[in-house]
Every structure is written in structure tokens, then in C-alpha cells.
T-cell receptor, first 114, second 116 residues
Framework: KNQVEQSPQSLIILEGKNCTLQ??????????LRWYKQDTGRGPVSLTI?????NTKSNGRYTATLDADTKQSSLHITASQLSDSASYIC?????????????FGKGTHLIIQP | NAGVTQTPKFRVLKTGQSMTLLCAQD?????MYWYRQDPGMGLRLIHY???????AKGEVPDGYNVSRLKKQNFLLGLESAAPSQTSVYFC???????????????FGNGTRLTVT
């Protein structure tokens, strides 16, 4: 069964610090992996997409990495800001991932404290 | 450019009542989806549509019906609400469905439904 596991479930860090969120998946065959940011009371918004051939991709202070061999991805946030407080959802697209081809992780809830 | 708009934002129903959730997108997307999001669980697909006049079942379709009479609108209906349907419902749209590339989902801001 296709699965996407995210860790940690929740994380609290001080403003200005860096953090890394993890995503492990078993979706096969793999098409792409996307990270979404979901602010409280809002819908998820796409941050970045990783395809099989990509190892690293940045979007401002967000940097995603992908190791397709070990089926692991990470999202690194640099110099965190209060506005980074949100849930971060890892979503993997593959041919076996349900009617929409997607398998969603449960998310990491990140809190940035001043 | 509003993107994906969902109405209402909040609703409280009694068991057995019916209602329709509305979703509208102005991006000319072919594909539209309804998801539910529950605490401690990932988003789960209820129904989806690959074009005007078409609908298909997702992972958790029981108790819901949908219609896509116009390309820009996707309606989710609850005929007889149950407490198990208490959830946050998200509508999403995208250019493509199973394309190997890059089309992201564009989500609305959700409808928070409570069934008592």
C-alpha cells in the first residue's frame, strides 16, 4: 500500500532558527513529490515540486531535497519567521496512489515562537 | 483573480439534514476535486471530476454526491448528514490529472462542517 510518513508530527522552534522536516514514502512507481504549506484556517498552497531527477530545489527560504533511491525527502526552512507557523504536507504522485494519483502525508505542524 | 472559492465557510447541521457545498474556480481548470481533512489524518479524496459533466468516486465517497454541470463549478452534496461527516472540506482544481509533470492542486480555504 502506498504510504507517506512525515516526521516530526509537530515542532516548536524560536524565530530565526532553522529546521528540517522529513518525508518518507513508499509510493511506486514514483512520479513527483510536492510540499504544501497550510496556514491555520486556509487551504494548502504548493511550495515546491521535486521530480525523479532533481535532488534539491529552493523557493526563497525553503529548500527541498529528494533522495529517490531511499525514498526520502526533506524540507529545510532557513532563518524561520513567525509567518512560517503552519502545517507542512508532503504529497507524492504515483500511478498507484488513489483515484487522483496522490498520496498525502498527515503533515508536520510547525510553530515559530518569538 | 479569486482562484478557488468555497461557500459556505462554516455550517452546523443536525443529523439527517441535507446541504450542498459550493466550489467555484476561475482558472479554467479541467480537473476538480473534493477532499475532507480530519485531525490526525491526511487529506482524503471524496469525489473528483475530469471535465464538465463528468464525476468519479474517490477514496471515501459514501454519503456524498457531486455534480459538475459547468466547468467552473463543482458541487458536493450531503443527502442525510451524519456525525461522522463532521470535517473540514476542501475543494481543489488543477490543469491535469495524471500527467507526469507539474500541475499543482489549487485549494480553496475550506468549509468547516459540524453535524450534531
Amino acid at each position: 500500500k502506498n504510504q507517506v510518513e512525515q516526521s516530526p508530527q509537530s515542532l516548536i522552534i524560536l524565530e530565526g532558527k532553522n529546521c528540517t522536516l522529513q518525508c518518507n514514502y513508499t509510493v511506486s512507481p514514483f512520479s513527483n513529490l510536492r510540499w504544501y504549506k497550510q496556514d491555520t484556517g486556509r487551504g494548502p498552497v504548493s511550495l515546491t515540486i521535486m521530480t525523479f531527477s532533481e535532488n534539491t530545489k529552493s523557493n526563497g527560504r525553503y529548500t527541498a531535497t529528494l533522495d529517490a533511491d531511499t525514498k526520502q525527502s526533506s524540507l529545510h526552512i532557513t532563518a524561520s519567521q513567525l509567518s512560517d507557523s503552519a502545517s507542512y504536507i508532503c504529497v507524492v504522485r504515483g500511478s498507484g496512489g488513489g483515484a487522483d494519483g496522490l498520496t498525502f502525508g498527515k503533515g508536520t505542524h510547525l510553530i515559530i515562537q518569538p | 483573480n479569486a482562484g478557488v472559492t468555497q461557500t459556505p465557510k462554516f455550517r452546523v447541521l443536525k443529523t439527517g439534514q441535507s446541504m450542498t457545498l459550493l466550489c467555484a474556480q476561475d482558472m479554467n481548470h479541467e480537473y476538480m476535486y473534493w477532499y475532507r481533512q480530519d485531525p490526525g489524518m491526511g487529506l482524503r479524496l471524496i469525489h473528483y471530476s475530469v471535465g464538465e459533466g463528468t464525476t468519479a468516486k474517490g477514496e471515501v465517497p459514501d454519503g456524498y454526491n457531486v455534480s459538475r454541470l459547468k466547468k467552473q463549478n463543482f458541487l458536493l452534496g450531503l443527502e442525510s448528514a451524519a456525525p461522522s461527516q463532521t470535517s473540514v472540506y476542501f475543494c481543489a482544481s488543477s490543469y491535469s490529472h495524471r500527467a507526469a509533470g507539474s500541475s499543482p492542486l489549487h485549494f480553496g480555504n475550506g468549509t468547516r462542517l459540524t453535524v450534531t
